[in-house]
């Protein structure tokens, strides 16, 4: 078994620079939470989570966010508690010992749309839709690459290219065959703030919300860097001051 | 070195009864170091701080992780979303590691540079070298512990090294999984021994400092100290020098944590582990990866020993045989700024470990440029890793001839600032 492991691993590591055909590099978005001072669009989080909720949410689950996470970004508690009792989840045993179902709470994790990844399988050709709760930091590229997926499928297969059937070509995914078809299309959702939904607009709107869905601290952890590196900056040009004070008569 | 006698009658009894005052005088205080200790000199305490910064963000994360295979991936994400500060200690603990690992090779390659491990001081070099391998140790169990895909494939990949041990190979794998894959109790006892081997490593970090204290810190003429005239006491000189070292690090240090917390990390340890799929790619950090070219750089069997074999023996030697570093540079001269020849050549085997770090990260099959496989650049770099030390090392000290490196500490320094005063 052990021998087996390691002449796989090897194997498939040897095997990897030639598998596939050569997948462009996603373009650099210009996201509102890039760079030391950026912060997640407040407006761009809204509409992604409306992309999420009435597109992606039907096969992908976000299953480490909780709702009440939403606060940190702007939702009232009230808008939380409307949008979690839109999802009914399974809860119990109650006292009779029987499992039953309640609207969602502040307090639950967003509900997934398959009780388990049999489920999810079985609806989806054998094809299991990942959880999307860490996706921004879990594919090379991170914002860039789903974006450029997300928007990267074509109706016009390359020359020599043969897909598969039940796959669809898709330039920036590795190996250009993805199983999930098209997710978004112009028109998919109407968004409240009467921005147009374009594919383009959907895709950078929903990528924005995965980005906070994967790293929701991340303006608490820019804020805090600034003035840390700061305060350090400071710190050490003193000490760098008080050294060679120190040192004067060494030399 | 005369203690100061201490008048506190409280701290007279305790001192009586346990000389902990005078140890802190005659080794944080009075402690002679040499005077002309350069920047290079920083990264032993940097090292001994963080390992501080490890052991103490790594108990707090200890206190919110579950081992187990169906909650340790997301208990690490509710560390990072739901503990107060829970992102910020983890991505300290995760960019501590890869910060310890780059302030300890360079206090290695200062060694290597300035002839540090030359008599009398042996005993701190094997010392190091056998903390190392306890870092290595270290950070492979706790890069597990996430139970990402390469966290798990790692797990794999490398317990599975052992075997290529005949017989004895195929038990020994079974016995370090506790089982007959990484699996759950694979995952608890490397949970329990990540929190064991820093609290060894402090006790070896003891004793390098045992062995630093006895004959005292090496410097950059690689030449002994002659009397009070080269040193100076370690408080405040070398504290204060240490502190702005350490602020300086600090900086690059929390830089990363701030704004590239994921920098040094596969986007493959954010998917949680799966049995069922194998990586396309499977790398180690990139500390690591100059050990795992080597480990694959040897595709050959050599008479009946296959080559996977060969490949284990090669990746633990290229490490073991660092302890004979001492005796295998036969010169007699330590610091390189007197050995022409060696000087060049020190630069030649950095560079050689760089090259096999960056192959770790390369599949051995892909070409570089369209010309070279990896594969070929990592065989060169293996070889040349221990020709340098197997046979540069001791030929060269027997065939160069050194300059002659100055009579005492004080001596280069009053020369030195002599020159400076003329050219000013």
Known sequence: MGKFVLGAVLALTLGAGTAFAEVPKPAAQAWSFNGVFGTFD????????????????A???????????????????????TLAREFEVEDGPNDDGEMFTRPAKPTDPFASPFPNAQAARAANAGALPPDLSVMTKARKGGEDYLHAVLVGYR???????????????????SGQQIAMPPPLADGAVEYADGTKATVQQMSMDVVTFLAWAAEPTLEDRKRLGIKTLLFLLVLTAMLYALKRKIWSDVH | MTSPTWNNPVVKWIEYRLPVFSFTQDHLIDYPTPKNLNYWWNFGSLAGITLTIMIVTGIVLAMHYTPHVDYAFESV?????????????RYVHMNGGSMFFAVVYIHIFRGLYYGSYKAPREMLWIIGIIILLTM????????????????????????????????????????????????NPTLNRFFSLHYLLPFVIFALVFLHLWALHVHHSNNPLGI????????????????????FGLGVFMLVFLGFVFFAPNFFVEPDNYIK?????????????????????????????????PAKLIGVIAMFGSVLILVLVPWLDTSKVRSARYRPIYKQVYWFFLIDCIVLGWVGFNSPDAMFMGAVSFLRIGQVATAYYFLHLLVVLPVLGKLERPRSPPESISAAVTKDSDTVTEAA
């Open chain 1, 42 to 57: 407040r407006a761009a989080l809204r509409r992604g989570l409306q992309v999420y909720t009435e597109v992606c949410a």
């Open chain 1, 155 to 173: 109706d016009e297969v390359p020359a020599g290219v043969e897909v598969m059937e039940g796959l669809f070509f898709n330039e920036y995914f």
């Open chain 2, 224 to 243: 002994d100290t002659k009397g009070p005239q080269d040193t100076i006491p370690f408080h405040p000189y070398y504290t204060i020098k240490d502190l």
């Open chain 2, 273 to 305: 582990a799966n049995p069922m799929q194998t990586p396309t790619h499977i790398v180690p950090e990139w500390y690591l990866t100059p050990f795992y070219a080597i480990l694959r750089a040897i595709t050959f069997d050599i008479w009946f020993i």
């Open chain 2, 136 to 183: 290595m140790a270290t950070a492979f169990l706790g890069y597990v512990l996430p139970w990402g895909q390469m966290s798990f494939w790692a797990a794999t990949v490398i317990t599975n090294m052992f075997s290529a041990f005949p017989l004895i190979g195929e038990p020994i794998v079974t016995w370090l999984w506790g089982g007959f894959s990484v699996d």
């Open chain 2, 77 to 89: 994400e509710r560390i990072m979303r739901d503990v107060n500060y829970g992102w910020l200690i």
């Open chain 1, 59 to 81: 096969c992908h689950s976000l299953s480490l966010v909780y709702y009440r996470h939403l606060q940190s970004v702007g939702f009232s508690e009230e808008e939380i508690k």
